[in-house]
Every structure is written in C-alpha cells, then in structure tokens.
C-alpha cells in the first residue's frame, strides 16, 4: 500500500497577511510527516510528529498561538486514534501543556480511558512526566490583540467566527502507511473569547477526528459546536464505506454540514484505497498533501 499524508492548519477567513505563515506552517509538518513515512515510520507516529510541529507554530490555533477565552486563557482540546484498532486518545480544557497531542498519545497508550480532562488530564501528564510550559509561553501578542478587541466589543455570533477573521487555525493530519494502517490527530486551542470549559468537536471521536483501516480517516477544523451536532467526521468515513472517494466524501461532508446546521468548516480525508480529499465552505483553509509520486503540495483558498 503507498503512504499517503494530509495535513490542515484550519478553515477561517484567513488573513492575507498571514498566508504566507500558514502556507509555510502546512508545507513544513507535511514535509516531515513524510520524511518519517518513507522512513517507515507509522501512520500513528507520522499524525503525532505533524500535529506537535503545527502546535509549536504560532501561527495556529493550537499548542503555542491558541486561542484566549474570555478569562485571556488557554484550555486546548486533542485527540489521536489508530485506524487499526479503533483505540483512541483525547485530552480536553488542558492548559500550560506545550504539545496537547502528545498528551493524548499517552492516554490511548498509557491508560484504559479514551479521554482525560482538566484537573485529571494535568496529574496524569505531570505522572508520564510532561513539562508544563507557562501560559506566557504559548500566549502569542496576535491573541492578546484580539482578546482586547473582544473585550471591548464581545462576538455575538459564533458562526460568525468561521467567516470573519476573528478565528483561529485548528490543526490536523490524516496518514496512511505502508502497512495500510490509518491514523488521524487534531488539536486546538479552541474558539476566541469563548466561556470556560467550553469544548468543541475536536478532541470528540467521531466529530474532530475519525480512523477506521476499513474506510478511512478524516480530521476537522470549523464552527466545533456545529461540527459536533451531525458527528462530521465519521459522517465522512461513512460515505467511503458506502463507495464515495475520500474526495466525494470530504465535498459532500461539507455540504451536509451546512444543510443540516448551518455549520461553517472544513476537512481532510484520506480513503483506505490512498485517495486524498479535503473541502471546506469557509474562505480559506490551510492544506498541505503529498501525492502518489512524492510531490508536495499547498492550498490556501480556491483559484480566483
Ligand atoms: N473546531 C475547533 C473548535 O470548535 O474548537
């Protein structure tokens, strides 16, 4: 079976200023993701190695340069799961921890829970010996700028968020590997100026993420609360299984999620027969993909 890999840095009105940052941010967690597949290396690895190189890029919404809360603080959600055996890890509302995928890694390998949150998620990273990092530390001035435009005029509307730019980059990868195996992670820090606790799709199996070796994988970025109401991403694993490419699944995905909610966002999919696929209704969505003969490629927003 060839590898294949994908990787999103999240669906928004992305900024022109910062296209060139997200562009570069994709390119470069695609390019080691798949230096590690030719390396041999599995699909589950290659997904945790591109998800914490986009985590520690600030240019995105997860890991350093989340988003602030309207407390101006970090709580990052993040999942990871194995195609293979369905077995799956997810960390939610954690804060001062510099590679939330990491954590979720240690929960699908170290625990016999799927997910850990807040308070429990903190012990149990600081017993497998995770470094905390300082809030400062993954608080970007980008955030703190527009945490205080928030605080002088609150968002109204969520769904706004997704086709304004007042939104953040979600970041994921979909991986297949050499031995067919699939495997999916996403992380976020969220929404800006949302409540505390608050929680969207991303660290929800089935809704942020979805790996299944008999259809394929996907991971999400958009309106989390919309996304989470029609379980996006096994939606998608759902039409591969029902004979749709992994292209025809992340469209028609898309166009669900609008038809049935309103919802705003965007995925990327990977079918088991190596297709590769990724929609989005947002303006911009920040992609990076390896074809079949090894070439790498970025996508920002539909040609003009
Ligand atoms: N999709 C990311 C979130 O809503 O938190």
């Known amino acids: 079976m060839p590898a294949r890999l994908i990787v999103h840095g999240g669906a928004w009105r992305i900024p022109p200023e910062e296209h060139a940052d997200h562009l570069q941010g994709v390119e470069a967690a695609a390019r080691a993701g798949w230096a590690l597949l030719m390396e041999g290396a599995s699909a589950l690895d290659v997904v945790e190695k591109a998800v914490m190189l986009l985590e520690d890029d600030p240019t995105f919404d997860a890991g350093t ?28 509302a954690v804060q001062g921890i510099q590679n939330p995928v990491r954590l979720a890694r240690l929960v699908l ?34 955030e703190v700028k527009r945490f205080m435009a928030f605080q002088a005029q609150p968002p109204t509307k969520s769904a706004e968020s997704f086709t304004a730019a007042a939104s953040g980059g979600t970041v994921g990868a979909v991986a297949l590997d050499n031995s067919g195996n699939i495997a999916v992670a996403t992380s976020t820090g969220g929404t800006a100026f949302s409540l505390p606790g608050r929680v969207g799709d991303s660290p929800l199996v ?30 998608a694993t759902d039409l591969i299984r029902l004979g749709k490419s992994a292209q025809e699944a ?25 297709g590769l696929g990724f929609a989005h209704n947002t303006p911009h969505m920040a992609v990076a993909w390896v074809d079949e003969t090894g070439a790498l490629h970025t996508y920002i927003a539909p040609p003009a």
């Open 250 to 274: 992340a469209d028609a995905s898309i166009a669900y999620l609008y038809q049935r909610v309103e919802g705003y966002g965007g995925l990327i999919v990977v079918d088991k027969f190596g």
């Open 109 to 142: 390998e170290d625990t016999d829970h799927n997910m850990l949150v807040g308070q429990g998620a903190h012990d149990f990273a600081r017993l497998k010996g995770m470094r905390f990092t300082p809030a400062a530390a993954l608080t970007v001035p980008r």
């Open 65 to 92: 340069g989340s988003v602030l809360n309207c407390l101006g603080e970090i709580e990052m959600d993040a999942i990871i799961m194995d195609g293979r055996t369905l077995e799956m890890g997810a960390v939610a």
């Open 206 to 235: 089935g809704s942020g993420a979805y790996a299944d070796n008999e259809t394929g994988g996907a991971s999400l970025t958009g309106h989390g609360e919309k996304i989470m109401q029609v379980v996006l991403a096994k939606h």
